[in-house]
């Protein structure tokens, strides 16, 4: 039954995939006219991007252990956050696993929404700019934040693609993956509306209320134009008699 419901839950959210992609995508468009697409920190980000593919294409099996570390720490620091004991982890190339007192929807799917190096990196560039500001160049910065985007997107659609989760199954794949890529929709918006010259948070919500409140209108819309023609199609046209 609750698999049900999330399922329900899961088709009635599809139009926010659409609006958290909208508005990333209209927020990028916004700051390349403003600016240079082609700008060193872009170039480095997705060089950075592109060297973390050709690295998981040439010898993705050497990272996993890598990704295998993030994923249980991952669920280790959500299920510290929902006040949750940690009991045991265990990390090894094959895979992992984290014992802990509880779990929850947050704990369950947190590795395959959180990009946990790319927030440590986050941390680690707020951290030294803080002690030691523009020691480096940020397209340094740039170009290793496209590593560790790259990083998260390959591992977590390899391990959804190729490796039965079980993390995926307890909420039902449906809703796994709409909250999964909703999710990371959301960081994503958020992040580029943090780095935007254009478009400060404010402006971002109430874009995204617009849109969502359009999309669903258009869904609604489009439902009852159907519904309007299936019923004639059933129903045919009355017949009058004198």
């Known amino acids: 039954m609750r698999r049900f419901g999330l399922m329900v839950l899961a088709i009635f959210g599809v139009p926010l995939v659409w609006v958290l992609g909208r508005c990333f995508l209209g927020t990028l468009v916004l ?9 060193a920190s872009r170039i480095a980000f997705f060089a950075g991007c592109l060297l973390m593919t050709a690295l998981y294409t040439w010898r993705g099996s050497s990272f996993t ?16 956050l929902c006040f949750a004991k940690i009991h045991k982890i265990n990390i090894q ?9 509880k779990s929850n929807l947050l704990i369950t799917l947190a590795p395959y929404c959180l990009p946990f190096y790319l927030l440590c990196g986050v941390v680690l560039y707020g951290l030294v ?10 397209p340094l910065w740039s170009g290793v934040f496209g590593v560790l985007t790259a990083f998260h997107v390959l591992f977590t659609f390899d391990a959804l693609l190729s490796v039965s989760q079980p993390d995926t199954h307890e909420y039902g794949r449906f809703f796994s993956w709409w909250f999964i890529l909703v999710t990371n929709l959301f960081f994503a918006l958020l992040a580029v509306t943090a780095t935007s010259p254009k478009m400060n948070l404010r402006q971002q919500t109430a874009q995204v209320a617009a849109t969502t409140r359009d999309a669903y209108a258009a869904v609604y819309a489009g439902m009852r134009g159907v519904f309007h023609s299936v019923g004639g199609l059933c129903g045919g046209k009355p017949s009058s008699r004198e």
Do not use: C, K, N
């Not at 190339?93 to 007192?101: I, K, T």
């Open 31 to 39: 700051d390349t006219l403003d600016a240079p697409f082609f700008s």
């Open 65 to 80: 252990i890598l990704y295998v570390f993030a994923h249980e720490m991952t669920h280790a620091l959500a299920g510290l």
């Open 93 to 101: 190339r094959s895979g992992g696993f984290v014992q802990l007192s």
């Open 129 to 138: 700019q803080y002690l030691w500001p523009d020691v480096l160049p940020f």
